[in-house]
């Protein structure tokens, strides 16, 4: 294993394009002088983060990956192109699409050096916190999408990134890109075993050009030893449509960041998140609604649940600039509380700048309703049962919300198989 240190940095960068080793420079230069966040920082505050990322070591070599599950394999039965990515590196890749280029970042970097360099490494901010540093100065491999303009992918793709080995940090990087009038859908899904001490530091950079639809759907199963702290940006083009679903069901400690930008006059993002805590687990949700052009709308939707000991935490921002008239924006976030010891902080905000707006937030906390569940209790159902339908009811508006609903039946068996559990152990 390698520690992160200036000689790795420059033992990864060695096959980079001039550009792209310029980018690891400098975001070697951030990774060393930013101290570790502490949530005296308000973008940081409820979460304590208990480790030192220079505690884990870079694996050289990718450990053996997992099947490919059941569950997943009979949702997708059939994809434009799939890859693999175990400990950072890229082992398999597979591309059955030959109007894109989908395949690993280096291999797509060695046939044309300059084919990603407009958005690879560029939407999120090396400098924003020392996760993203060390991403950028320690990263480089993953999986790249390029669409080129009017092409409709009617499959979609998927990407496999695990983490196997103990002690272990990995980069694992993802730049969907969309051109003009062009169509596609992406599924990725990130996962390790429950007695995996691991950190992950994931990228997920999405490009829609006018008039574009690009759709990801982002399944989360860490095990309960690793953590992740994710970065997402998105940046939406004119008339441009970005549908994100994402399920967050692992982890000790799941962060994720997400920021869109709706740049273009008319673009539009469908945000929806559906996440399950429990044990010590903490899921940490902070998302931005950047509106920027006019005639701009968005929704961000997310419903959560936490028992044992868990914590939840969303923060949500709609920013509308001043220019950004007619705008129409709305967030959402739901929480159920199924254990005396868990919580769930919700946090919506709003930062309105222009005039001729339509906005707003709703925000909720609290247990199962005691008269639903008396309504279907007087419909002959035990209490046992009537609690496990209205938690499967309350997700099910979430989940009917997802990019790909064939992914959304797994999710919902997974969230009602961890709710069935957690009723049979006598935990709620």
Request: negative net charge; proline residues 4%.
């Amino acid at each position: 294993m390698k520690t992160l240190d200036s000689q790795a940095s420059a033992a990864l960068g060695t096959a980079d394009p001039g550009w792209l080793s310029e980018r690891r420079k400098q975001a070697l230069d951030y990774f060393e002088k930013l101290p570790m966040p502490s949530p005296v920082e308000e973008v940081w505050r409820y979460v304590d983060l208990d480790f030192d990322i220079a505690s884990y070591s870079i694996v050289e070599n990718p450990g053996e990956a997992h099947e490919l599950g059941v569950g997943i394999a009979a949702a997708l039965p059939d994809t434009s192109g799939s890859l693999l990515i175990v400990d950072g590196h890229v082992v398999s890749s597979e591309n059955t699409e030959g109007r894109v280029s989908f395949g690993s970042i280096r291999s797509i970097l060695a046939a044309d050096p300059d084919l990603l360099e407009p958005f690879l490494g560029v939407a999120v901010p090396s400098d924003l916190d020392k996760f993203a540093a060390a991403h950028a100065a320690f990263g480089g491999e993953g999986a790249a999408l390029v669409v080129p303009r009017g092409v409709v992918v009617e499959k979609p793709f998927f990407v496999d990134v695990q983490a196997t080995e103990n002690g272990s940090v990995s980069f694992p990087h993802v730049s969907l890109s969309v051109g003009e009038s062009a169509q596609a859908s992406v599924v990725l899904r990130y996962r390790s075993d429950d007695g995996l001490d691991s950190l992950v530091v994931p990228q997920l950079e999405l490009n829609v050009g006018a008039n574009a639809q690009l759709k990801v759907t982002v399944v989360q199963h860490w095990g309960r030893g690793t953590r992740s702290i994710s970065h997402v940006r998105g940046i939406v083009g004119r008339d441009a449509n970005l549908h994100l679903g994402e399920a967050g069901l692992g982890g000790l400690l799941s962060r994720l960041n997400l920021t869109v930008d709706l740049e273009g006059n008319g673009s539009s993002a469908n945000v929806v998140s559906a996440y399950f805590g429990d044990e010590n687990q903490t899921l940490d949700y902070r998302y931005t609604m950047h509106h920027q052009g006019v005639n701009t709308n968005s929704d961000m939707f997310l419903k959560g649940a936490v028992q044992d000991e868990a914590l939840s935490v969303f923060t949500g921002m709609i920013r509308i600039d001043e220019g950004a008239q007619k705008t129409d924006a709305y967030q959402t976030n739901r929480n159920l509380i199924l254990s005396d010891g868990a919580s769930a902080q919700s946090v919506p905000n709003l930062e309105i700048l222009a005039d001729d707006v339509r906005c707003g937030h709703g925000s909720t906390v609290g247990p199962l309703d005691d008269d639903q569940r008396y309504y279907l209790m007087s419909r002959g159902l035990d209490e046992l049962r009537a609690n496990r339908l209205l938690v499967h009811g309350f997700f099910n508006e979430a989940l009917a919300r997802f990019p790909e609903p064939a992914i959304a039946g797994v999710v919902t068996s997974w969230i009602d198989a961890k709710y069935r559990e957690a009723q049979e152990a006598g935990r709620v």
